[in-house]
Structure formats: structure tokens, C-alpha cells
């Protein structure tokens, strides 16, 4: 192959989509991303900006920060601006969702500079005045324009693939880039367009492009990490080099079958290795340096493997191969409902994968399968539960987050010989967390946590059903293949209740609270439309105890309903309202009988420890406001601007901050741990974006830019501006 015939050229993401259209031959495959290809690629774009925007020096200078390489992709051009896809399909169509979903929020948060910005990297009018997308596949048109247009879209069954899977990607990337601080946002999507890079190798045709692809990928010109590993191990082994590769490959495609997924070697290793060995202490960051390249790392720390003699790499090999074999049973268990390991799959779904990090701390290779898998139980169920207390307490729930207790987990796991030793650990980690008393007071439906509500009535359901000894599946209510979707008893429609509820502010968030909500298939969720909750009731009888038990009729005869309301101590709860029953008075009912659910599904004895084995603990879901100690409260203060303006005193608690809405003041007033509470609600948020959402009805909000602070003489100051100035002042501390 003649140099001539190929140019690399690196571009910003911005001159790639705005130069050029880009398309694909009709014998390419199908865009068949899933959610987790997906997440990782918004995750780790999410991650390089925090560190880029982290660094003083680049926040002044963005052009002298180091750009994102997100890797290369090959083309060939056809004719004018149309360049031919040979390999980077997936990665393109994924960043054009990404483009439109930021136009949307950009739309939200009412910043028109930005949603110019990312307008010509999404489509450009053709000289026919008719809109042509970047990414110019016709069978896609229809379904682009409903993204674009932030409209619904109804797949049929004349579409593709490709099609139905563009639709379903782009619900997964909204909430993903909404956890974004508003904040962040205009400098994200500056950093995106302008930092981030790829390298497009041209060839001068399509069969040239297609050898230059082969040579890339099939003759193994571009080694993974996990070859580089392999190679590097077996050649230290001694004699039986052979037999150890042979079984290494079939490790590999053992681990690859199980969800047809390449990277799952890669990922079994690294979790190995971070479980099992990484440093901890100050001045190491070997989980990093594992994540980024795993087969350097192995290289660089032979003295903390052990590796110096052939034995001992030989040695290691086999105890890679013999946990391989336990991994893939756990493997199973992500992807699919697996009798008594039913976290695992809870888990993966909340994206929380780094839960292998902590349990193949615990696992050792001589354990027997049935010993691993209870271990591997008690972890999962951990994980579990931290991450249902952290949804009810509105703190952040992703990946970093559990990465910071998986670590704290990790000294304590590797010492632990049984499952018995795996609880204890758990038991003094709960203990030293803390995290206070849950209430569901005024907890619900925001923007950004659909999905962790859906969850929550997933497992409630479930729960009831099974209790009641009906047929309850969470993998059913939280799959796309049957759809099940969030019901709201009382319909949007406030005039409704206006003897009871004058406020509109006060009857949307009313409405919102989860005791207000519950889980139906999606076919019957539309059929109800804006039906008054009394019509509905009527229909309610023939579906899932959390729903039917409002219907009187569904009672009778039910001696399993009765029983089961009688062991979890809810009869009061677990019931019918009559037809004066106030709108308030249901939702309060129902808030109370989901919290005392939760108490039973979350219980710590699904990790094997009883409450009375473990001395100081305090159940976070029964504990009462007056024994949460100060000393919990300031540990659980929120991690945001305002609870860090109210540390510093900027802000003093009680301050009334107000936003303006279609020439209407809302008023809300700061507490003392830095959330707000809305005056007309009386409901308390962690993020003033969370309250200005309920006002603006949107489901993102700029709070710190909207919110405003009165002076002296009345003036408004937006905590934005009052933040700035603190920092400007040495004031407070934090990213600038």
C-alpha cells in the first residue's frame, strides 16, 4: 500500500462535523450501540472535562490544555463534502446524539450562543432549503427529526435496527449529560466542540480504505492492552507456555461469550487487579494507572505481584484463569436475573459495573463457587442499598461516587477468608457511615432521577407481588423489550383540586412525590390518559398489588394481600381511600407505606448482619430527626455552591433567595446544611437547579445563574455572581 494513498489528519470535533456529511455503504453494519457502550463514552468524556476544567491554568487559557484524543477513525470521500464510514460508524452516530441532546438542554437553559454552536455540527440546509444531518443516512431521517425537535417518536415495524436503537440511545444520553451541573454547561460543550479530537485516516478509495481497516484490526496492528498483558506473562512462565496459552485464549473466549462483548477480558483483569492489588495510600493512584493501561502496570510492580521466579508468574496465570471461571458465573448474573445474586444485576443496570472492583477483592482463587457466590451476594447487596439511601437522600449516585467507597471497602475485603469475614466489613462500614435519617418527605419525580424512581417502584413492586405470592419480575418492569412506565395517580390537570391545592407550584410538586406514583405497563398507562384518579380506580383492579390495593373490589378474598400488609406492618397503608379522600392525604398514606417497604427490602440482613450484632447502629430508615447527631449532619452537608457558601458564611440559613418566572417571584429559603425549601411547597431540595426546575416546569435549571439573593436596599444578585465575587475575594474555596 503506497504512503501516498493515505492522509492522517487530526481535527476538533467541531471541524470534523461542520466541514463534511458523513454516511456508510449499505453493506455496513447496523448502529448497534447499547447503553453501555454508550455510557461509558459520555462517562469518560464527562470525566477528561472535570479534569480539564479542574486545572486553573486551562480555565484561563483553554488553547493551551492538552486536547481529548477519543481515537481514529478511517473514510474514504465519495464526491464534494460526503465522506464514506469504513470504521468509526459507532462512535459518530453516538456524538451526534450527544450534539442534539445538548442543543435540547441548551434550549432548557436558555443559552442561544450555545445552541448556535452545536446547530451546524448536528445539520446544515441543502440548497433546496431542505435540513441534511451530519450524519446523512436516509432510513435515519425521521427519526432525527424527532430528536432535533425534542418531539416522541413511534418506531414501526418497517424500522431498522439502527433506527430503533438511535431513538432508544438518545432516551439513555439525556439524563447522562443532565448530570452535568448547569454550571458546566456552556464550558463543557465549548471544550467538546474545541478540545476533543479525532484523527480521520483518509484513503483515496473504498478498497484502499477497507485494507487499511483490516491491517488496523484483524492482523492485530492495534494490540489491546489484554495481548500486551498475555504476552508479557507467558513469556516469564517457563515450560508450560503452551498449555498456559491455550488455557488463556479459552479464558478470553469464554468471558468475550457471555454478553458478546470484547471488552469483557479487559474489564475482568483490571477488577482483578484494582481488587486484589492496587495501592491505596496517599501518593498511589494504581487504580488509574490499572483503568488507563493495565499490561504497564503489571510490568512496573513485578515486587507487588510476587513475580520474580517462573513459578511465580505461572502461578499468577492460573490464579487469573481460576478466578476467570467465578467471574463469568458473575458476568451471567450482570446481564441476567440469577437466583441469589440479584444485586449483581440490579447494580449493573444502575451503572455501577465497579462493584467487580470490590468483589473480586473478597473472592479468592481457592474458593469454591457456592463460597464466591455468597461473598460476591453480600457485596452486591451492599452496594445496593448505598445506592437506594443515596437516591432517598438526593446525593450523587455515579460511578466516582461509588469509587470512593469501594476503596475505603477494599483493605478489610482482601482479608476476608468467608462470607461471615465479608459482613463484618460491611457491618463496620455502615457503622462509620452514617448516613442519617431518611424521610420521603416531599421525595419524588425530578428532571434528572427518573430512572432511579422507576427503580424504586421496580423493587416496591416486586416486592408486594411476590409477598402476596403473585408473580413479581424487576427484570420485567425495568426492561425495554415490555415496556413499564412511571403512572402518576392524579393526572396533570390542577384545576381539578383547586379547593384543596390553590397553589399550581404546590399541586405539581404534590403530584410528584413518589407516594403519588406507581409502575404500569406501558400500553395501559396510555389508555388512561388524564382520567380523574376515581376512573381510574375502577381500571386499577386488574394490575399490581401496589396499584390494585386502591381499588376496594381487589380485597376481597385476598388472604395473601392481608397477611402480607400484616408481616411488614402496613395495614393502615396498604389500602383503599374512600372518595373524600383528599389528594394530600393519598400521597402522604402511600409515601409512608413505600418508606416502610423500603426498610424491609434494605434491611442490612440481606448482607447477612443483624442489627443486633453490630453495636452504635441506627437504622437510617426508622432512626427518628431527633437522634441524628450534628456531627451527621455536617458529613452529609450537600457538595454544592450553595452548601459551601453557607459553610463559609456567605450565605446565613434562613436567607429568602426569589426567581423570576413569567413576571411571577418564587421564593425559597436557604437551610442550614445548604439545601432550600420553596416557600410554596414547604418541599426542601438539595440544588437550587432541582427547585427552579418545579417553578420553570423544565427538567434542567441554571439555578445559581436564576436564583437571586436581595441586598440592603433590594437590589438582586444571582448566587452566581455572589459566588464569583466570594471566590474573587478568597473567600471560598473551588473551581474557578
Not at 174 to 191: H, N, Q
Not at 312 to 339: D, G, K, W
Not at 401 to 412: E, F, K, N
Amino acid at each position: 500500500m503506497a504512503s501516498k494513498d493515505i492522509e492522517v489528519n487530526p481535527l476538533s470535533l467541531k471541524r470534523l462535523f461542520e466541514s463534511s456529511f458523513y454516511t456508510i455503504d449499505f453493506y455496513q453494519r447496523e448502529y448497534a450501540w447499547g447503553e453501555e457502550e454508550v455510557r461509558t463514552l459520555v462517562t469518560d468524556l464527562r470525566d477528561a472535562f472535570d479534569d480539564w476544567s479542574g486545572a486553573r491554568e486551562y480555565r484561563r487559557k483553554p488553547d493551551r490544555a492538552p486536547q481529548y484524543f477519543l481515537g481514529p477513525f478511517v473514510y474514504y470521500e465519495h464526491a464534494g463534502d460526503l465522506r464514506f464510514l469504513v470504521d468509526g460508524q459507532q462512535r459518530f452516530t453516538t456524538l451526534h446524539l450527544i450534539f442534539m441532546n445538548l442543543r435540547a438542554i441548551g434550549r432548557q437553559l436558555e443559552e442561544p450562543r450555545h445552541v448556535e454552536m452545536l446547530t451546524p455540527v448536528i445539520r446544515k440546509y441543502d440548497d433546496r432549503s431542505q435540513p441534511r444531518y451530519r450524519v446523512d443516512i436516509e432510513e435515519r431521517a425521521r427519526v432525527l427529526d424527532a430528536i432535533y425537535n425534542e418531539r416522541s417518536y413511534e418506531s414501526s415495524r418497517a424500522d431498522s435496527l439502527s433506527v430503533r436503537n438511535l431513538w432508544e440511545r438518545s432516551q439513555d444520553i439525556g439524563p447522562m449529560l443532565r448530570e452535568i451541573s448547569t454550571d458546566s454547561y456552556a464550558r463543557f460543550v465549548d471544550w467538546l466542540l474545541n478540545r476533543v479530537v479525532m484523527a480521520g485516516i483518509r484513503a483515496s478509495d473504498s478498497n484502499n480504505a477497507f485494507r487499511i481497516f483490516e491491517s488496523m484490526n484483524d492482523r492485530g496492528a492495534r494490540l489491546t492492552s489484554v495481548d500486551l498483558l498475555k504476552s508479557y506473562l507467558l513469556a516469564n512462565v517457563g515450560e508450560d507456555e503452551e498449555k498456559l496459552n491455550h488455557r488463556w485464549r479459552h479464558m478470553l473466549a469464554e468471558l468475550t461469550a457471555v454478553r458478546d462483548d470484547h471488552s469483557a477480558p479487559g474489564q475482568f483483569l483490571k477488577a482483578v487487579l484494582q481488587g486484589r492489588y492496587a495501592r491505596l495510600e496517599d501518593g498511589h493512584d494504581d487504580i488509574a494507572s490499572i483503568d488507563t493501561a493495565l499490561n504497564l502496570w503489571v510490568r512496573r510492580n513485578e515486587e507487588l505481584l510476587g513475580l520474580v521466579r517462573p513459578d511465580h508468574f505461572h502461578s499468577f496465570v492460573e490464579q487469573l484463569v481460576e478466578l476467570a471461571s467465578t467471574y463469568r458465573t458473575l458476568l451471567h448474573a450482570s446481564r441476567n436475573l440469577h437466583e441469589g445474586l440479584e444485586e449483581i444485576f440490579f447494580n449493573e443496570k444502575n451503572g455501577l459495573s465497579s462493584q467487580m472492583i470490590a468483589i473480586l477483592a473478597a473472592i479468592r482463587p481457592g474458593d469454591t463457587l457456592t463460597d464466591a457466590k455468597e461473598k460476591a451476594r453480600r457485596i452486591a447487596a451492599f452496594i445496593d442499598r448505598w445506592y437506594v439511601l443515596r437516591t432517598l437522600s438526593e446525593y450523587p449516585v455515579q460511578q466516582r461516587d461509588l469509587m470512593d467507597v469501594v476503596r475505603g471497602l477494599l483493605p478489610g475485603l482482601r482479608r476476608s477468608a468467608t462470607a461471615d469475614d465479608v459482613s463484618e466489613v460491611l457491618a463496620k462500614y455502615i457503622v462509620a457511615d452514617d448516613q442519617g435519617r431518611v424521610t420521603l418527605e416531599g421525595f419524588g419525580l425530578r428532571g434528572t432521577n427518573r430512572h432511579q424512581i422507576k427503580y424504586l417502584l421496580a423493587r416496591l413492586t416486586a416486592y408486594a407481588m411476590k409477598g402476596c405470592g403473585r408473580r413479581g419480575d424487576v427484570g420485567e418492569y425495568l426492561s425495554e423489550t415490555h415496556p413499564y412506565q412511571i403512572e402518576h395517580l392524579f393526572a396533570n390537570k390542577p384545576e381539578r383540586h383547586r379547593e384543596e391545592v390553590t397553589d399550581a407550584l404546590r399541586f405539581r410538586s404534590l403530584r410528584n412525590q413518589l407516594g403519588g406514583l406507581v409502575l404500569l405497563p406501558a400500553s395501559d398507562n396510555a389508555s388512561l390518559g388524564a382520567m380523574p384518579l376515581q376512573e381510574k380506580i375502577a381500571r386499577y383492579g386488574r394490575q399490581n398489588v401496589l396499584v390494585g390495593v386502591l381499588n376496594r373490589d381487589y380485597h376481597q378474598n385476598f388472604k395473601d394481600l392481608r397477611e402480607f400488609a400484616k408481616e411488614n406492618r402496613v395495614e393502615s397503608f396498604l389500602r383503599a381511600f374512600s372518595g373524600k379522600a383528599s389528594m394530600a392525604e393519598i400521597i402522604g398514606v402511600r409515601q409512608e407505606l413505600y418508606l416502610r417497604l423500603c426498610a424491609r427490602i434494605w434491611s442490612i440482613s440481606c448482607m447477612g448482619i443483624s442489627k443486633s450484632s453490630i453495636q452504635g447502629f441506627r437504622d437510617p430508615f426508622t432512626i427518628s430527626a431527633s437522634e441524628v447527631s450534628t456531627t451527621t449532619l455536617e458529613k452529609n452537608r450537600p457538595k454544592t455552591d450553595v452548601a459551601r457558601m453557607v459553610s463559609a458564611g456567605i450565605l446565613r440559613p434562613g436567607t429568602r433567595i426569589v426567581l423570576n418566572h413569567h413576571h411571577a417571584d418564587y421564593w425559597a429559603e436557604i437551610c442550614a446544611d445548604g439545601r432550600v425549601r420553596l416557600e410554596a411547597t414547604g418541599v426542601v431540595y438539595t440544588r437550587v437547579d432541582e427547585a427552579g426546575c418545579i417553578i420553570r416546569e423544565t427538567r434542567t435549571c441554571d439555578g445559581m445563574r436564576l436564583w437571586c439573593a436581595l441586598g440592603d436596599d433590594s437590589t438582586r444578585t444571582s448566587l452566581r455572581e455572589l459566588r464569583d465575587a466570594a471566590r474573587e475575594a478568597g473567600l471560598l474555596a473551588g473551581r474557578r
